[in-house]
C-alpha cells in the first residue's frame, strides 16, 4: 500500500489538508526541533495521519530528521530549517482552503500566524513593495537616493508608487532594484507571493515551484493593472 492510499477517519482530512496542518504546527514555531509526541499534541492528528504527513516532507526534502541515539529509547526530532520556510508556506498555500481553515481553528492552530507577521490577505502589489521597501530602508537610502543612482531612469514618484502597492513594478524593473540593493530579484518576488492573498488562478494550477508561483502571481498582477 502506497502512503497515499492511507485514508484518515475524518473525510475532511485529504492529503494537502493534512499536510497543510502538520506545516502550520512546524510554521508557527520555525526554528525548534520538535518531537512527534509534541507535533501530535500540537496538530492533533491521529498517529498514522502524522506518521504519513512526516515521511511525505522528509522525503520532499520540507522536513529534516535527526534520531538522538544516545537516548534510550532512541527519540526522532523534526526541524522545519528557515531556508525552507519559503517551500513550506507554498506547500501551505496550495492547501489552504475554507476546510483546511476550519480544521486548523478546531485544533486551535493559527494559520495567519504561521504564514508569518505580514498579513496573508493584502494584495500582491502591495507585499512586493513592502518588501523593496524593506530592503531599502536596511541599506538606509532614500528614494531621492534610489532615483539618483538607478540603472535605468526612474522617477522619486514612480519608486513611492511601488513600495506603496499603487502600481506594480515590471519584472524587469524588480530585477534592476534588486540587483542595486544588492538583493536576489527571485527572493523577493517569493516573499511578496507568500506573504500575499492567494491568486486563485494561481492556485488551481497546482504548482508547488515557489519561483513559478510568484512569475505567475506577478504576471497576473501586472494583467489586472493594465
Not at 7 to 36: C, H, I, M, P
Not at 46 to 75: M, W, Y
Not at 82 to 97: G, H, K, P, Y
Not at 129 to 153: F, H, I, M, Q, Y
Amino acid at each position: 500500500m502506497k502512503l497515499i492510499d492511507n485514508v484518515s477517519k475524518d473525510r475532511r482530512l485529504s492529503w494537502n489538508r493534512k499536510g497543510g496542518l502538520v506545516l502550520t504546527a512546524f510554521l508557527e514555531r520555525v526554528g525548534l526541533e520538535l518531537t512527534v509526541v509534541r507535533l501530535r499534541e500540537l496538530t492533533r492528528l491521529s498517529n498514522l495521519d502524522l506518521a504519513n504527513q512526516l515521511q511525505r516532507f522528509i522525503k520532499g526534502g520540507v522536513v529534516t530528521r535527526r534520531t538522538d541515539l544516545d537516548a534510550f529509547p532512541a527519540e526522532d526530532y523534526f526541524l522545519l530549517s528557515q531556508e525552507m520556510r519559503v517551500r513550506a508556506r507554498t506547500t501551505l498555500q496550495l492547501a489552504d482552503d475554507p476546510k483546511l481553515r476550519e480544521l486548523a481553528e478546531e485544533r486551535g492552530l493559527d494559520i495567519e500566524a504561521a504564514f508569518s507577521r505580514f498579513s496573508t490577505r493584502q494584495p500582491y502589489k502591495v507585499a512586493l513593495g513592502k518588501a523593496l521597501r524593506d530592503v531599502r530602508n536596511d541599506l538606509t537610502w532614500s528614494l531621492t537616493d534610489v532615483a539618483e543612482v538607478a540603472p535605468v531612469p526612474v522617477s522619486v514618484a514612480s519608486l513611492s508608487n511601488y513600495e506603496t502597492g499603487v502600481t506594480l513594478p515590471k519584472l524587469t524593473m524588480v530585477a534592476q532594484l534588486a540587483r542595486l540593493y544588492g538583493v536576489n530579484a527571485v527572493d523577493l518576488i517569493v516573499h511578496a507571493a507568500c506573504h500575499s492573498k492567494t491568486d486563485k488562478r494561481v492556485q488551481q494550477l497546482k504548482i508547488a515551484d515557489p519561483t513559478f508561483r510568484a512569475v505567475l502571481t506577478h504576471l497576473y498582477a501586472s494583467h489586472d493593472q493594465q
